[in-house]
């Protein structure tokens, strides 16, 4: 049962959080407007008609009780900032975990081959097996030098993931 429902607002209904404050709510399933409180322990939007209680409501206090992060890069562990690396990776200091940027260098991807190759490694590795002329990833290659790359790289993508099956199947 919801404790925290706010009723004295005659603008809307919101749920009160543990620090004393209130909060009020725009509707989830239409995103316009704010919820007004509808009966015992629910809130119902006015445009849509959606109405909120039970679970969804005890949810929707749980995470309005939850502190506030400090930082802008919040750990999964919990811990409210993440440290910024002097190479642009964040690393947490309560768990030790370490988020790279996305524009970090792989050690995986040589400088030998071109990104079309490589997303055509990739697909090959690990994506689902399928015929070139449905490829809509090789569709966006425009360059036939870009295009057969990405179809070389897909070979060899394809090479090594037939040689992990192989690794397995002898294991």
């Not at 004295?8 to 995103?31: M, Q, R, V, W, Y």
């Not at 790279?100 to 260098?105: M, R, Y």
């Not at 097996?129 to 490829?135: D, G, H, K, S, Y």
């Not at 966006?140 to 099956?165: M, T, V």
Request: aromatic share 8%; net charge negative.
């Amino acid at each position: 049962m919801i404790t925290g429902m706010s009723n004295a607002d005659e603008k809307g209904g919101g749920i009160d959080d543990s620090n004393g404050g209130s909060h009020t709510l725009t509707c989830p399933f239409c995103s316009e407007t704010e919820l007004r409180t509808f009966g015992r322990n629910s809130l119902r939007c006015d445009d849509c008609g959606g109405v909120l209680g039970g679970a969804l409501l005890e949810t929707l206090k749980g995470i309005i009780s939850l502190p506030d992060a400090a930082g802008g890069h919040a750990c999964e562990c919990g811990h409210p900032e993440m440290r910024c690396l002097p190479d642009n990776v964040y690393r947490c200091p309560a768990c030790g975990s370490e988020v790279t940027p996305i524009s970090a260098p792989v050690s995986w991807k040589s400088p030998d081959h071109t990104e079309a190759y490589w997303c055509g490694w990739l697909d090959g590795r690990f994506g689902e097996p399928e015929w070139f002329t449905n490829n809509v990833r090789l569709a966006k290659w425009e360059g036939s030098s870009d295009r057969l790359d990405y179809y070389r790289g897909h070979r060899a993508g394809q090479e090594a993931r037939q040689r992990k099956i192989r690794l397995v199947e002898a294991s």
